[in-house]
C-alpha cells in the first residue's frame, strides 16, 4: 500500500522485560532441571486469588438475565450503568470524596484509559515518573508528544515532586501507590502535587489502581485535596481491589470542572467513549456492582488482606537484613535495593541461580530502576514464606 | 487548565437523531396520550432476543471458574485467548477463507476497532460512504483528516463504487451489508473496489458486522476477494451475530500481508493493542466461543431467522405496494424511499401521527439519506406484522 502509517510508531523501543525474564528461567530449567523445580515467582504481577462469592453469584444471576428474553439487556450505556456508577460514587464517599455519577466513565480496563485519554488532549509536553508502568511513555510516543521524565530515586524516596519543573500547560503522570515501587503520596506531597498543578495550568492523569491497599491517612484519590477537580484526571480499577484482571473492569473520574481553553475534558471524554467505544458487558458491571457492595467489598479486602501479609512478610524480611526498600506496607509491591552495588539483572541472575527465586528487574520500569529490583505480593503465602527462607539464608 | 486540549473535537458536529426521535414521540404521547399507548417501534438498532442457551452456559461456567482458585484466570492475552481466535479461524474456513489465528484481534466491539484503528493510520484522505454509520465519520475528524464522501443513491443502489475517484494511497470505509441502507456488496462489485484499492494503494476498512444475515452466494467477508489480504482490514461483531451487543465481543483481522511503506499494519495493531488494551473478559470469551460451536451457532441462526422473517414481512409489504428500497434480504434493515417526495423527518411525523410506527429518518446517516427511512427488523414478530397492517392501510 502506499497509505502514511503513524510514524511515531516507529519511535517505541520494544519491550524485552518479561521475554528476557521467561527466557532465563527457562534457560536455566533447562542447565539445572532439578532447581529448576524449586523455583518460587515473586515477580508476579497478576492477581491469583479467585473472584470473590458475592461477585460470581451476581454475574451468574446477570448472565441468566441475559439468557431469559423479559430480562436481556442490549447495548450498554456508553458511560456505564447507573447503578455502577452510582456503587463507584459511593465507594469516593466512603473515604470522603464527593464525586457525582456523572463525571464517572466506566471502562473494561485501566489501562485503555490510561491509553486512550490522550486522544482528548493536543500538543503538549509530558512528564512522566522514572521508573514507572510503561503505557504513560508508549502511549505518548504513539501519539508524537514531547517527554520528559521526573526522576525517582533514593532521595526522594521514589516519589518525584515538582520541585524545579519549569512549565506551563504541561501534563503530568502520577501513580500513587506506584507500580512498580510501592511509593505512596502522602497528603502533603500530593497537595504540594495540585497546587503545582493548579498554578501552572497542568493536568494531573492520576493512576489509582492500587488504592485498595493503602490504609490509615494516606489518600486513596487525588480528590482528597482542595482543587484537584480542576486540574486532575484519576483513573482506578477493579483489577487489583477486586481481582479483577480477567474479569476487565475499571473507571475513569473527568470533573465537570476540568476546563482548558473554553473546552471541558468531560464533554470530550464522554464524546471520545460515545463515539469509539460500546460500554462494558452487563454482567461484567454486575459483577463489579457487587464488588462494592458491603458483603462482596468485605470478601475482597480478606483477599487484598492476604496479599498485604505477603508484602509484610517481603518487608519484615528486608527491615531484618536493613536492606533499603519502598512500598511493602500500603502497595503490592516491594521495591528493593540490590545489596552490594548489583544490577538489576545481575541480582536477577543471583537470586535465581542461588536461591531459585524470580523477581523482576528494576531497569525493566526505566532507566532510574537500574541497581533495584520488585518482589511482589500476589504469590500464595506458602511460596512467598519458602522465597524468604531462601532468601534470609542467601543475602 | 492551560493544557492544549484536541482542538479537532470542535469541528465535530452533534447528533440530534435520537434525541430528536424520542423528543418527538414524547411529545406525540403528551398530546395524544391514547394513540401513543399504541406506538410500535421499528427504529431499533438493537438486538431483543436473548443470548442462545449454549452462550448462556459456557458464560456460566466461566464465571464458576473464574471464582475457584484452581481454574481462576488473571489477565487474558491483549489479542484474545487462542481458543476464541482459532474459533473465529474456523468460522472463516466455514465460508472458504483462511485467515491465520494471529491475524485475529479479539476486542470488546466494532466500534471499539473503527474508532481505534485511526491510531495507527498517518495523515490520509479518507473516503466515507453517504449515508452510513457514524463512527468513521467522527473517529476520523477526531484526529483531523481530510474526508471525501461517496454518495450512495438509487442510482447506484446505495452501494457506491470508486468510479471516477483519482487517488493514491487513500483510505476507504465500506459496510457490507450497510447500516442503515441494507445494500450488500455481491462479489463483482467487492472486487471492483479490491482492484481498485490494490492498484492505488489504498485501504480498505470492511466493516462485516452485519455477515450473518448474507446468503447464498453474497461474500460474507472482503477476504472472499482474491488479494483483499494485501489492501483490507475487515472488523466484525458477536453484537448482531450472537446477540452480544450488551455481552460485548468483536474481531479485527489485520493480515501480515498488509503493509506500507516498510511498516507492518498487523505488527502496528498488536503493539497499540498491547499498549492501550488488556483483553477481553475471560467468561465472555468462553460465551463467543460457543456462539460459534455448532450447537451455538444453531441457536444463534433461529435468532438471526425470526429477524430475517420480520425483514421478509417488511419487504414483501414494500414489494406490494412498489415502494423501492433496499435492503430487507440480507440484511436486518429496510431503507425505503420515502412516499410522494415526503422528507425523511415528514414521513418520520407521517408515521407516527397517522399510524404511531417509529422509523428512523434517514437524513440523520448523511445527507444522501434526506428523502428515505430506515426499518429494522429487531423489533417482535406482533409488532412487525402490526405496523405492517397499519402502514398497508395507511399508505
Given amino acids: ?63 441468566r438475565e441475559m439468557g431469559d428474553a423479559s430480562t436481556f439487556r442490549g447495548y450498554p ?26 463525571d464517572i466513565f466506566v471502562s473494561d480496563g485501566a489501562k485503555s484509559d490510561v491509553g486512550n485519554i490522550v486522544d482528548i488532549l493536543g500538543d503538549n509536553t509530558v512528564y512522566i515518573p522514572d521508573p514507572v508502568y510503561p503505557v504513560y511513555l508508549d502511549s505518548n510516543v504513539m501519539s508524537g508528544r514531547r517527554i520528559e521524565f521526573i526522576p525517582g530515586n533514593e532521595k526522594n524516596g521514589f516519589l518525584p515532586m515538582p520541585d524545579g519543573i519549569n512549565c506551563e500547560g504541561a501534563v503530568f503522570y502520577l501513580c500513587s501507590p506506584n507500580n512498580p515501587t510501592g511509593a505512596v503520596y502522602d497528603r502533603e506531597k500530593l497537595r504540594v502535587w495540585v497546587d503545582f498543578a493548579l498554578r501552572t495550568g497542568s493536568l494531573i492523569i492520576f493512576d489509582s489502581a492500587y488504592e485498595a491497599f493503602v490504609t490509615g491517612d494516606l489518600p486513596h484519590s487525588i480528590y482528597e485535596i482542595e482543587g484537584a477537580e480542576k486540574c486532575a484526571v484519576e483513573i482506578c480499577s477493579f483489577s487489583k481491589t477486586a481481582g479483577f484482571t480477567g474479569t476487565r473492569c475499571a473507571w475513569c473520574v473527568v470533573p465537570s470542572a476540568a476546563m482548558s481553553g473554553g473546552m471541558s475534558l468531560n464533554k470530550m471524554w464522554r464524546r471520545r467513549q460515545a463515539t469509539k467505544f460500546n ?114 539464608e542467601l543475602l
Same sequence: chains 1, 2.
Avoid at 524485552?16 to 529448576?36: C, Q
Avoid at 486469588?49 to 454475574?59: E, F, R, Y
Fill in 77 to 102: 450505556p456508553e458511560y456505564g450503568y447507573d447503578f455502577l456508577r452510582e456503587a463507584i460514587a459511593s465507594h469516593y464517599a466512603s473515604f470522603g470524596v464527593k464525586i457525582p455519577p456523572e
Fill in 279 to 392: 460500554g462494558v458487558s452487563y454482567p461484567v458491571q454486575r459483577a463489579a456492582e457487587a464488588a462494592l457492595s458491603p458483603e462482596g467489598l468485605g470478601q475482597c479486602m480478606e483477599n487484598i488482606a492476604y496479599y498485604m501479609e505477603n508484602a509484610r512478610i517481603i518487608s519484615d524480611f528486608l527491615d531484618r537484613k536493613g536492606i533499603s526498600y519502598t512500598g511493602g506496607r500500603y502497595s503490592p509491591y516491594v521495591w528493593l535495593k540490590c545489596p552490594d552495588g548489583m544490577s538489576s539483572w545481575e541480582f536477577f541472575d543471583y537470586l535465581l541461580t542461588k536461591a531459585q527465586v524470580v523477581g523482576t528487574p528494576g531497569e525493566g520500569f526505566g532507566s532510574c530502576g537500574e541497581g533495584y529490583f520488585r518482589l511482589t505480593s500476589f504469590g500464595s503465602r506458602e511460596g512467598t514464606e519458602e522465597a524468604v527462607r531462601r532468601l534470609e
Fill in 1 to 63: 500500500m502506499k497509505i502514511k502509517l503513524n510514524d511515531n510508531y516507529r519511535n517505541l523501543s520494544e519491550s524485552y522485560l518479561f521475554s528476557e525474564i521467561a527466557r532465563r528461567v527457562r534457560e536455566y530449567k533447562e542447565a539445572e532441571p532439578e532447581k529448576g523445580e524449586r523455583i518460587v515467582r515473586l515477580g508476579i504481577g497478576d492477581v491469583t486469588l479467585p473472584l470473590a462469592p458475592a461477585v460470581v453469584s451476581a454475574m451468574e444471576a446477570a448472565v
